[in-house]
Structures are given as structure tokens and as C-alpha cells.
């Protein structure tokens, strides 16, 4: 079996030390993501929208004529912050490419693996989704995440509300393909590695960045169950070495739901998706067995293995 930090060495983000490497990821993180995607974002709107744009952003669900334009604007966020500035920031200023964390794409059966990992995830965790909506914060502070929760929630409505065939596939993109690639590169190809190296422990390092993952998106009540995903695509990086995994895991959750959503306005199911509701108790604990034994064959096969030799095929 391979030596667990092989390919944290093959994956090395900078030749700085690892703190100083991991302050600059972060300024370039809020540089890309919170000042220029979103100046990007706002640009966008305001140019191509010709109602009353703010009466409309703050009421997106009763406004349907900006949603398309506001899904491209997040899009466009999406890709200038967590993919474009990134990519630019490794080319340039550590002469690597998002190629150096790029290994084989998944085959046919690890992608159905991954699936089935998927949505034994979502069952297994479903209490702690339960658990963490319903939290209860005291004070100020309590009002404002709670407020803050309620607003993100009245986007996704907006989003993902009446959807055409047109629309769904533009959400697909800005939900389930854009992030998945830009989010993994920033936060288990550039974030992890380098916390790796920095904790010299790669269990407080993927742990460390799925916590950057869960605050990154803003929403406490959803931080708990996020933090797990965060820490599942962490280690299965970690064990592969290879960040197509975490991205295919990544569009598999974020595709599923999405697609699932809009199945669901053509009648073809019942379930309520956005729902918070755990899931009955003995299918937990199938999930969580399921989960277990398909973590147990990941890290077996996907563990690269010594002096470079291909890992076996799955």
C-alpha cells in the first residue's frame, strides 16, 4: 500500500512555506470570488436586466423575468472566482496548472460508485441536516443567521422554481458543473494540500478544509451536514490523489438534486427535495453501512500506489 503523503508531494501547490502559501490562496480566494465574481455578477445583472433592479433583487421569487439573468450572473461568479483567478494564480505565480492534481477520469464503475456514495450520504446524514436547520442560537446573532438562511433559501427558490427545459440545464450548469470543478480545485487541490502540509497531519487537514468548504457557502443551518461532505470528498482526494474524483463526487451531489428538483415539477416523483426532514431511522442505518462498506473499497483501490505505478482499474 502506498505511503499515505505520496501524493501530497506530487501535488504540491507552492515551493513557499505552506503558511505563507495558504495566506496567499485565501487573498486570492477573496480577491477572485468575493470582489471580482461578484462585481462580475452585479455588472452582469444590472446591464441586461431593464425592470427595477434592486425592487427585483430583493424579491427574486416574485420577479421571474431576472432568474435566468441571475443564475448566468452566478455562474459567471462561480467561474471568474473559483475557476479563472485560480487557474491564473498557479499559472502565474506558482508556474503549476490545474493539470498537476489531475489523475485518470473515473471509470464507468467508479462513477456509479460514487453515485451510490452519493445518496447514501444524503440518507446517512439526513439527521444531522435535521439536527442543524432546526438549531436554535440565542440573541442577535441567532436573528441574523437565521435571516441570512432565510435569504439563501428564497434564492434557490428562485433558481430552481418553475423550471423549462432551457432553465434546468442552465441551473445544471451554474449548479452542478461549475462548482464542482471550481470548488474542488480551491478548496481540495489548493486548500487541502497545503494545510496538509502544513498540520503535517492529513485527518486536521481535510477536516481544516471542509471546514473552509461549509463557511465558504454562508449558510450555519446547513454547516454541520456540509462539513461532512466537505470531509468526504477530502479523503477521497486524499486517498486518490486525484481531483477528478472529489469533482465527479461534487457534480453527482450537486446534479442529483437539481435534476431531482426538476423531476419532481414534471410529476415524476414526490419527494421534497428541499426538505430537512431526517429520514426513517433503520434507512439511516442501512445508508451508513452502505457508506461504510463503499468508503472501505474506495480507500483500498483508490490509494495511489508506490514509484508511480498506475492504481488498480476500478
Not at 450555519?220 to 486518490?240: D, K, T, V
Request: aromatic content about 12%.
Amino acid at each position: 500500500m502506498a505511503s499515505k503523503r505520496q501524493h501530497m508531494v506530487s501535488n504540491l501547490v507552492s515551493d513557499r512555506p505552506p503558511l505563507k502559501s495558504l495566506l496567499r490562496i485565501l487573498a486570492m480566494v477573496i480577491l477572485g470570488y468575493v470582489i471580482m465574481g461578484n462585481v462580475v455578477a452585479l455588472l452582469v445583472i444590472s446591464t441586461f436586466y431593464s425592470g427595477d433592479f434592486m425592487k427585483a433583487m430583493s424579491d427574486p421569487v416574485g420577479h421571474p423575468d431576472i432568474r435566468n439573468i441571475m443564475v448566468i450572473a452566478q455562474g459567471l461568479a462561480s467561474l471568474v472566482g473559483l475557476v479563472l483567478v485560480p487557474s491564473f494564480y498557479l499559472k502565474s505565480f506558482e508556474n503549476r496548472s490545474a493539470g498537476n492534481f489531475l489523475g485518470n477520469f473515473p471509470s464507468a464503475r467508479l462513477f456509479l460508485i460514487l453515485a451510490a456514495l452519493v445518496v447514501a450520504l444524503a440518507i446517512g446524514i439526513s439527521p444531522v441536516t435535521e439536527w442543524n436547520a432546526a438549531m436554535e442560537l440565542p440573541g442577535e446573532l441567532g436573528k441574523f443567521l437565521r435571516s441570512f438562511e432565510d435569504q439563501a433559501a428564497v434564492l434557490v427558490e428562485a433558481f430552481t422554481s418553475d423550471l423549462t427545459p432551457f432553465s434546468f440545464l442552465l441551473v445544471f450548469v451554474v449548479i452542478a458543473i461549475i462548482p464542482a470543478w471550481g470548488e474542488e480545485l480551491v478548496f481540495r487541490g489548493l486548500l487541502q494540500n497545503e494545510l496538509v502540509r502544513l498540520v503535517r497531519n492529513p485527518h486536521i487537514g481535510i477536516w481544516l478544509a471542509a471546514a473552509f468548504f461549509s463557511a465558504f457557502h454562508m449558510q450555519f443551518f446547513g454547516f454541520f451536514p456540509r462539513l461532512l461532505i466537505g470531509a468526504m470528498l477530502g479523503y477521497i482526494y486524499y486517498w486518490s490523489g486525484n481531483l477528478w474524483i472529489p469533482v465527479t463526487f461534487h457534480f453527482l451531489n450537486n446534479g442529483l438534486q437539481v435534476t431531482a428538483i426538476y423531476f419532481a415539477q414534471l410529476k415524476l416523483h414526490s419527494y421534497d427535495m428541499e426538505s430537512t426532514e431526517s429520514a426513517p431511522l433503520s434507512a439511516v442505518a442501512i445508508s451508513i453501512l452502505m457508506m461504510a462498506a463503499l468508503l472501505y473499497y474506495c480507500k483500498k483501490y483508490l490509494v495511489t500506489p508506490p514509484h508511480g505505478d498506475a492504481p488498480p482499474k476500478l
